[in-house]
């Protein structure tokens, strides 16, 4: 299966950015109903549109009170759970973030070791970017 995710949050500060799972030092971050982390918003869009299960939104609405504030290491899960139940696998995954500020090329390995393992492939199957 092949997908393809997008997602874009506006930025604010005094909130935290969180990418792959992991919190970014930065002056600003994501304005979201959950943890606002667009990259793992994008891959769980992608997976639900290559197995044409709909979207996030369709899944973990804004208006239910129970996703408010909620990781989205855990949406992950969830996708990947629906994922598997409609006999679906992830075989690699490449993602590309894009952000001004701050540099991200620190923390790209620790998004990758949240990402492989919720996906249930090696960390060489996992691509994160930035520009």
Not at 20 to 39: E, K, M, N, Q
Not at 81 to 92: A, D, G, S, T, Y
Not at 102 to 128: H, Q, T, W, Y
Request: glycine share 10%; hydrophobic share 45%.
């Amino acid at each position: 299966m092949i997908g393809f995710g997008y997602d874009i949050h506006r930025l604010a500060p005094g909130i935290p950015l969180i990418l792959g799972g992991v919190t970014i030092p930065s002056d600003r971050g994501t304005v979201a109903h959950s943890d606002g982390d667009v990259l793992l918003h994008a891959l769980c869009d992608a997976l639900l549109g290559a197995a044409a299960l709909g979207d996030i939104g369709q899944h973990f609405s804004d208006s239910n009170t129970e996703f408010r504030g909620i990781s989205s290491l855990e949406l992950l899960r969830r996708v990947m759970v629906l994922i598997e139940n409609h006999l679906f696998k992830v075989v690699n995954v490449d993602s590309t973030i894009i952000l001004e500020r701050p540099k991200l090329a620190s923390f790209m390995d620790a998004m990758r070791e949240n990402i492989a393992p919720i996906l249930g492939v090696s960390i060489d199957r996992v691509s994160v970017k930035a520009t």
